[in-house]
């Protein structure tokens, strides 16, 4: 079946068929919640989104509650604006951890895959035998789409098919190079086994040279940190002890002038920093 064809009829199957979770007849429409939920799920992290959102409305109140109550309203601001940074922040420095986590995972699932063939078994049995020897959210999510994939298979799809939606689903470098040899081993035959142990190795030294950019990269990460937070820091600590400067900031004209526009810088130059480290990568 030509390519075109195939892509083609994916596309109808999706047109069709209803989103994981819902039934038949009943759409789910957008949720304002969405983005958060894709940002943790980038993160890997497995709290619901309306968990956090709750707790990221909640925290800024009661640490600007606090300083309200300990410090005057000056101090209040600066922690609230602080406690509603820092999830912000740390959701930013975690993006794409779901991905790199699974990509870390590739080469054991790929190495045993290899050991099935050899041994005899066809690609969807191998995959089936499959575990990540990871225990982290990017495991469990390849483990997931290994299953999804077998799960098709069994029902009735071509193999070739139920691997290509795989890497639509997971557009990684590291995802379409797995496709791309198990789609040739399984239209083209040949030593399989030879061409999943090799792309194995190849992925291994990838990671392995990724985590020493990573490490290398780590002490570029804490100063950028640093750098962003410690004006927060300091003006709280300003204002925690000088309770003068704190008036002046969030109750005169020209205070107010000057926390925007150093809030603004800050959040440029933190956002400037967090390209430079992901460029680096």
Known sequence: MPATRRAAERRARRLVSPPPGVSRGVVRGPDRLDPLARALRS??????????????????????????????????????????????????????????????????????VGGSIRSGASLRQALGEARPPAAD????????????????????RPLVDAVEDWAERRPLASVGMVVAVFVLGSVSGGPQARAVDGLAATLRERNRLEGEVGVLA???????????????????????????????????????????????????????????VRSAR
């Open 137 to 156: 959210a990017g495991a469990e999510a390849l483990g997931g789409d290994l299953a999804s994939i077998v799960a098709e298979v069994d029902a009735g």
């Open 218 to 276: 780590a002490q570029a990460r804490a100063s950028a940190v640093v750098i962003a937070v410690a004006p927060l820091a300091f003006a709280v600590l300003a204002a925690a002890t000088d309770p003068a400067s704190a008036d002046f900031l969030v109750r005169s004209t020209a205070g107010l002038a000057c926390l925007a526009g150093g809030l603004a810088l800050d959040g440029v130059a933190a956002a400037w920093m967090v390209h430079i």
């Open 43 to 112: 993160a890997g992290s497995s709290w619901p989104a309306r968990t956090v959102a709750l707790g990221w409305v909640i925290l800024p109140v009661a640490a600007g509650g606090a300083g309200a109550v300990f410090a005057g309203p000056g101090l209040a601001l600066l922690v609230a604006l602080t406690a509603l940074a820092t999830p912000a922040a740390v959701l930013v420095s975690n993006h794409g951890r779901l991905d790199r986590q699974l990509e870390r995972a590739l080469p054991g699932v790929l190495e045993q």
